[in-house]
Structures are given as structure tokens and as C-alpha cells.
């Protein structure tokens, strides 16, 4: 096994100062719940509870939390949650993950996402798959271009009607991703180089644009909001049928579409 994976941890760890570990106390899991709740902004009922957090730590499925590094009086400031899939598909989902205010922009859930790539890795896993809201700029940005992961599948209202304060009253339509662990693009990515979103010669692409932020939007046009989602659900629901595929993220430009490889420019 190369040591890639865990250069490129330790590189991302240094540069966020964060330290990223596997939780195994049980009052290291309730402070992992309590860490969840604030940042969904649901404290009374954290997206996933500690007992829960337990029963998947000890079913060996992955458990994580983030520390500062130079205040560890500052306590947990990062969760990442994963379960696995069927045995032979040998991956995991990833089902949770989120840091708080106290390391905003240090770039601590890249070092969360390394951190889990070189667990996997190491157990033999080479898959890892998750879903984020696709009108989310920054979350798209950071799955496609920063971890270099691709979309699978557009799934729209795919948790129903959720009640934490960052989903409320909106449809949740997800974007599944595939992190291909071992493939060049990830490997680049995790090491610091962006994947960019590249229009191949000739090709007939076109560009799903998204809001700069749907989170003020909601608050103060939740109409247009909801007009958003359903055109970019509407544009990348269409792309995806007729087999055509997404090909990267653009912060100014959104998701870039490519047709399906048979169909001419």
C-alpha cells in the first residue's frame, strides 16, 4: 500500500491545524452527537445521536472527529460519519460530515475527507460515495474540484421532508458523488491541484449555473429559491437521462455538462 494516502492527510492536517482521529469513548461520540447538532443547527436532536454513533463504531464502520491542533481546550471541531456498502461493492458511504464556526476557512474538512480516504485505503476499500445539495456552490466546488469526486446520479427529494434548521421547508433533492480513492484525478486533487473543469476541444458542453448563495437566498427570496431548484434539477436531470454526464464544477460558470460521447459537437 502506498503511503500517498496518508502524506496527503498529514499534509492537509498540518495546513488546517487540525488533528483527525477515530472516536472510540463513548463521551467522545456524545460530544461528536452535540458537534452535529450545533452545526445543523438542531442541539435538541442531533442528525445522528451518540448511541447510533456507537453501534456504527463498533460495527468497525468509519467514525472521525477533527481537533484543533493548537487549542485542544477548543475540544472536537470536526465530524465525519461513514457506513459500509454490500461487501462486494467494497465501498463505503459517507453519510455525515461538518465542521464548526471555530475553523472556518482553514480547510479542516479536507483534512477530514484525507483523513477517511487513507482509512478506507488501508481496509481495502478504493470506493467511497456520499450525497450534498446540488444548489450548494461551495459544496459542489469542494466535492468535484477539490476531492476530485464525480457524479453519479441526481436524486431529487431524496430524504424527504427534513426538520434541522439548514434543510427546513426545502425540497431535498441530492447529487450522489463517487470517490474513486486510487484514481489519478483524486490522487492530484488530494495533493493539493484542483480538478478543473475543462471543456474538451470541440465538445457540445453547456453550463448549469447555481446560485453564489442558496442559504441567503432562502432567507430573503425563498421563492426564488425554490424556482433554482427546480431548474437546475429540470437542466441536470435532463443532461443525465440522455446519457449525457458532469463533468466538473466552476465557481463562476457551475456544473459543466458534457453530451454523451456518441453525440456530435
Not at 448511541?51 to 465525519?80: H, I, Q, T, W
Not at 461513514?82 to 464548526?100: D, K, L, N, Q, Y
Request: aromatic share 8%; with cysteine.
Amino acid at each position: 500500500m502506498t503511503t500517498e494516502p496518508w502524506a496527503s492527510y498529514d499534509a492537509a492536517a498540518a495546513a488546517s491545524r487540525v488533528v483527525v482521529r477515530e472516536l472510540l469513548t463513548l463521551e467522545e461520540l456524545q460530544d461528536a452527537a452535540a458537534v452535529l447538532g450545533r452545526i445543523w443547527g438542531t442541539p435538541d436532536n442531533p442528525p445522528m445521536s451518540a448511541e447510533l454513533l456507537r453501534a456504527m463504531g463498533k460495527a468497525e464502520s468509519y467514525v472521525a472527529g477533527a481537533f484543533d491542533a493548537k487549542r485542544p481546550e477548543a475540544g472536537m471541531v470536526g465530524v465525519c460519519v461513514g457506513f459500509h456498502s454490500t461487501p462486494a461493492a467494497r465501498a463505503m458511504h459517507s453519510h455525515i460530515a461538518g465542521v464548526t464556526d471555530a475553523v472556518a476557512g482553514r480547510h479542516a474538512g479536507f483534512a477530514l475527507k484525507l483523513h477517511q480516504r487513507a482509512w478506507c485505503l488501508d481496509r481495502g476499500i478504493d470506493l467511497t460515495e456520499w450525497t450534498y445539495d446540488p444548489l450548494v456552490s461551495r459544496n459542489a466546488y469542494f466535492n468535484l474540484a477539490k476531492l476530485g469526486a464525480r457524479v453519479a446520479e441526481y436524486l431529487p427529494d431524496f430524504y424527504g421532508s427534513m426538520s434541522d434548521a439548514i434543510n427546513r421547508g426545502n425540497d431535498s433533492d441530492r447529487i450522489l458523488v463517487h470517490w474513486s480513492l486510487t484514481s489519478p484525478e483524486v490522487a492530484q486533487a488530494c495533493a493539493g491541484s484542483p480538478v478543473r473543469a475543462t471543456v474538451p476541444p470541440g465538445a457540445a458542453a453547456s453550463w448549469v449555473q447555481v446560485p453564489r448563495d442558496i442559504g441567503a437566498l432562502r432567507l430573503t427570496d425563498p421563492e426564488q429559491a425554490r424556482a433554482w431548484r427546480a431548474k437546475v434539477r429540470d437542466q441536470l436531470v435532463g443532461a443525465l437521462d440522455v446519457g449525457g454526464h458532469v463533468a466538473g464544477f466552476d465557481k463562476e460558470r457551475g456544473y459543466l455538462v458534457l453530451p454523451h460521447e456518441g453525440d456530435l459537437s
